[in-house]
């Protein structure tokens, strides 16, 4: 059984600087794909990045391309997104997501519905 714990998430000034942590409990070496989602209340979960924790393949939302970074520390089955230049728009819940499966790329990556894995979520709010 694999289960996430987001955390890190605060309230930030325009033009800040964030990072959330989520941690994976239970076997990291059996996901293959990690990713970071985003929701506000009323309006769908949006893909924010994803990668393959083998290494490789990474994806970007296009509204935060050169903005955020997703990462992954093994040694701690931890994953990270940096979050630079943040913009009041930003402002939503934050999900992490896994799966064990592979030959997913490209936009594919940031669908939820690739994912069999969810955590809770991490607020983060950006107001002046």
């Known amino acids: 059984q694999v289960q996430l714990v987001e955390s890190g998430g605060e309230s930030v000034q325009p033009g800040g600087s964030l990072r959330v942590s989520c941690l994976i409990r239970?076997?990291?070496?059996?996901?293959?794909?990690v990713a970071w989602f985003r929701q506000a209340p009323q309006k769908e979960r949006e893909g924010v990045a994803a990668?393959?924790?083998?290494?490789?393949?990474?994806y970007y939302a296009l509204s935060v391309q050169g903005r955020f970074t997703i990462s992954q520390d093994k040694s701690k089955n931890t994953v990270y997104l940096q979050m630079n230049s943040l913009k009041p728009e930003d402002t939503d819940m934050y999900f992490c997501?896994?799966?064990?499966?592979?030959?997913?790329?490209?936009?594919?990556?940031?669908?939820?519905?690739?994912?069999?894995?969810w955590g809770q979520g991490t607020q983060v709010t950006v107001s002046s």
């Open positions: 997501a896994a799966d064990r499966s592979g030959w997913t790329y490209g936009l594919a990556m940031i669908s939820p519905d690739r994912y069999a894995y």
């Open positions: 239970g076997n990291m070496n059996t996901i293959n794909r």
């Open positions: 990668m393959y924790t083998g290494g490789g393949s990474t």
